[in-house]
C-alpha cells in the first residue's frame, strides 16, 4: 500500500429514511478519521441517505482518485454483502476503469464486536460481577440468509463462554425467535435478570422493533445499538487493512474463497 497515498476508504451503509442512521453512520466516519488522520474517509448508501454509493464513487472518479476500498457496514455476510454491494461497486468499476474499487470483508464475526457489546451493556447498568445471574438476548436485525442466523447463533454460543448465564439469539424479522420469546423463554428457565443486546449498527425501524421486543417481554436492561462504539472503529480499520494488504484477486470483487 502507497503510505503517502493510501486507498479512499468508502464506508457502505443501507440507508434509512430515520435520520439517526445517518447520524450514527457519520459519526462512525468521524471517530474513524481521529483514528487515523491522513485518511480519507467517505460514506456512501445504498439507499433513502445521500450520497448514493455510485454518485460518491463517479465524484471520486472525476477527482482522479485511483484507489478505493469499500467496506460495508454489515455484521453479517447476508445479501447485501454477496449480491447487491458487488453489483454497485462492478457497475461503477465498468463505468471508471481507471478507478481501482475492492470490497473488503463485512465487519462479523470477531471479539471487538463481543467486546463492543458488552460496552453496551455495562453502559446500560450491568457490570462484569452480574455476568453470572444474568441471561442475554443477542438481538439481530434478522435475515432470510441461512449463513447470516447460523453466523448469529454461533457468536451467541460463543459468547456464552465468556460468564454470562446464558445467551440466545433473537431476530427483529425474517427469523424466529423474536426478542420478546427469546426474553420469556429465559424467564421460564429461571433467569434471575435478562438483558438485552442489539447486534445492530444503527438506529432505525429494526432496532426500534427490537426495544418494543425488550419491553413487551419484560426484560430488566436494554443495550443501545453498536453505533460508534470505539472497538466498532477498530474493526473497520482492521477490515481496510486486512483488504488493503491482501494479494490482488483475479476479479476483485469476488466472493473470497
Given at each position: 500500500m502507497d503510505h503517502a497515498h493510501p486507498p479512499v476508504l468508502?464506508?457502505?451503509?443501507?440507508?434509512s429514511r430515520d435520520p439517526r442512521h445517518a447520524a450514527t453512520v457519520h459519526a462512525l466516519a468521524g471517530r474513524l478519521r481521529s483514528l487515523r488522520p491522513g485518511l480519507r474517509v467517505e460514506t456512501?448508501?445504498?439507499?433513502?441517505?445521500?450520497?448514493?454509493?455510485?454518485?460518491?464513487l463517479d465524484r471520486l472518479a472525476l477527482e482522479d482518485v485511483r484507489d478505493v476500498i469499500a467496506l460495508p457496514l454489515l455484521l453479517t455476510r447476508a445479501f447485501h454483502a454477496k449480491s447487491d454491494i458487488p453489483a454497485v461497486l462492478r457497475e461503477a468499476s465498468a463505468r471508471h476503469p481507471l478507478l481501482r474499487i475492492r470490497q473488503a470483508e463485512v465487519l462479523g464475526p470477531s471479539a471487538?464486536?463481543?467486546v463492543a457489546l458488552e460496552r453496551r451493556l455495562y453502559e446500560a447498568g450491568l457490570t462484569p460481577a452480574d455476568k453470572g445471574s444474568?441471561?442475554?438476548v443477542l438481538a439481530s436485525a434478522g435475515s432470510s440468509d441461512p449463513e447470516a442466523i447460523a453466523v448469529i447463533a454461533?457468536?451467541?454460543r460463543e459468547w456464552r463462554h465468556t460468564g454470562w448465564c446464558a445467551v440466545r439469539p433473537a431476530f427483529a424479522s425474517a427469523s424466529?425467535?423474536?426478542t420478546e420469546d427469546a426474553v420469556r423463554a429465559l424467564r421460564a428457565e429461571g433467569v434471575r435478570r435478562v438483558a438485552v443486546a442489539p447486534y445492530v449498527i444503527a438506529p432505525g425501524f429494526l432496532p426500534d422493533r427490537i426495544a418494543a421486543g425488550a419491553r413487551e417481554g419484560g426484560a430488566e436492561v436494554l443495550a443501545g445499538v453498536l453505533g460508534a462504539a470505539p472497538e466498532l472503529a477498530r474493526l473497520l480499520?482492521?477490515?481496510?487493512?486486512?483488504?488493503?494488504?491482501?494479494?490482488?484477486?483475479i476479479t476483485p470483487l469476488a466472493r473470497p474463497a
Open positions: 468508502l464506508v457502505i451503509a443501507h440507508g456512501g448508501f445504498l439507499d433513502f441517505n445521500a450520497p448514493s454509493v455510485p454518485q460518491l471487538l464486536l463481543t444474568t441471561g442475554v454461533e457468536i451467541a424466529l425467535p423474536r480499520l482492521r477490515r481496510y487493512d486486512e483488504r488493503a494488504a491482501a494479494p490482488e484477486r
